[in-house]
T-cell receptor, first 115, second 115 residues
Framework: EAGVAQSPRYKIIEKRQSVAFWCNPI?????LYWYQQILGQGPKLLIQ????????DSQLPKDRFSAERLKGVDSTLKIQPAKLEDSAVYLC?????????????FGPGTRLTVL | AQKITQTQPGMFVQEKEAVTLDCTYD???????LFWYKQPSSGEMIFLIY??????QNATEGRYSLNFQKARKSANLVISASQLGDSAMYFC????????????FGAGTTVTVRA
C-alpha cells in the first residue's frame, strides 16, 4: 500500500514570495491533516479535512495561509506572502476515520526555508 | 495546559541495550488513544505503536512496547535491543474526543544510540 505522498521535498524562497505544497493521502483515507513543525518542536496542526470539508482550521494563519481539498483526495497548502518565521517542515498526514483509535500516517514532509 | 509531557529532551543508549522514553498525559476523556512516532533526521514521522485507553494489555510491536499505566496517566515507550538506526527524535501523542480527535504531540525526546 502506498503511503502519503508530498511534494516538493525541499523549497527555498525569499520572503514575500508565495509557495504551494501538494499532498496525496493514502487511498481511502477520508481525513487529511496539514502540520507545521518548527525545528526542535512537535508538529502543530494547521488544518484538518474530512473528505473535502474543513473540520478545524483554528490554527491556520488565514491572512497568509490557505488550503483546499477539492475532490476529497489531494490537497494543496499555500503560503502567500511568506515570512521568515514560516521556515519549517510542513507535514501532511491522513487517517481512515476521525476517531481516537485511528492512526495518522505521515508523509515525508516539505522542508521550507524562507530567506 | 500541556496535554503531553516528555521530560527527557535527550538520551544516550548503548547499542543492544534497552531504553525507556517517558510520556505522561493529561485528559478527562474516558476514550482516548496514545501513539508513539519516530522522526529520523530525514524528517518523516513514522508511526511505531498505539495504545487504546480501554486496552488492558500493554501494546507491543516488535522491539517496541508501551508501558501503559492508566491511573498514573503514563505511556512510556520501551525500545529493546537498541540499534544504530534507532537514533532519532521520538514523539508521544494523544487523540481524544474532547479535543475533536486532534493529535496532540509532546516536545519529543532525542535518542542517540552509541556503538
Amino acid at each position: 500500500e502506498a503511503g502519503v505522498a508530498q511534494s516538493p521535498r525541499y523549497k527555498i524562497i525569499e520572503k514575500r514570495q508565495s509557495v504551494a505544497f501538494w499532498c496525496n493521502p493514502i487511498s481511502g483515507h477520508a481525513t487529511l491533516y496539514w502540520y507545521q513543525q518548527i525545528l526542535g518542536q512537535g508538529p502543530k496542526l494547521l488544518i484538518q479535512f474530512q473528505n473535502n470539508g474543513v473540520v478545524d482550521d483554528s490554527q491556520l494563519p488565514k491572512d497568509r495561509f490557505s488550503a483546499e481539498r477539492l475532490k476529497g483526495v489531494d490537497s494543496t497548502l499555500k503560503i502567500q506572502p511568506a515570512k521568515l518565521e514560516d521556515s519549517a517542515v510542513y507535514l501532511c498526514a491522513s487517517s481512515l476515520v476521525l476517531a481516537s483509535t485511528d492512526t495518522q500516517y505521515f508523509g515525508p514532509g516539505t522542508r521550507l526555508t524562507v530567506l | 495546559a500541556q496535554k503531553i509531557t516528555q521530560t527527557q529532551p535527550g538520551m544516550f543508549v548503548q547499542e543492544k541495550e534497552a531504553v525507556t522514553l517517558d510520556c505522561t498525559y493529561d485528559t478527562s476523556d474516558q476514550s482516548y488513544g496514545l501513539f508513539w512516532y519516530k522522526q529520523p533526521s530525514s524528517g518523516e514521522m513514522i508511526f511505531l505503536i498505539y495504545q487504546g485507553s480501554y486496552d488492558e494489555q500493554n501494546a507491543t510491536e516488535g522491539r517496541y512496547s508501551l508501558n501503559f499505566q492508566k491511573a498514573r496517566k503514563s505511556a512510556n515507550l520501551v525500545i529493546s535491543a537498541s540499534q544504530l538506526g534507532d537514533s532519532a527524535m521520538y514523539f508521544c501523542a494523544m487523540r481524544e474526543l474532547l479535543n475533536d480527535y486532534k493529535l496532540s504531540f509532546g516536545a519529543g525526546t532525542t535518542v542517540t544510540v552509541r556503538a
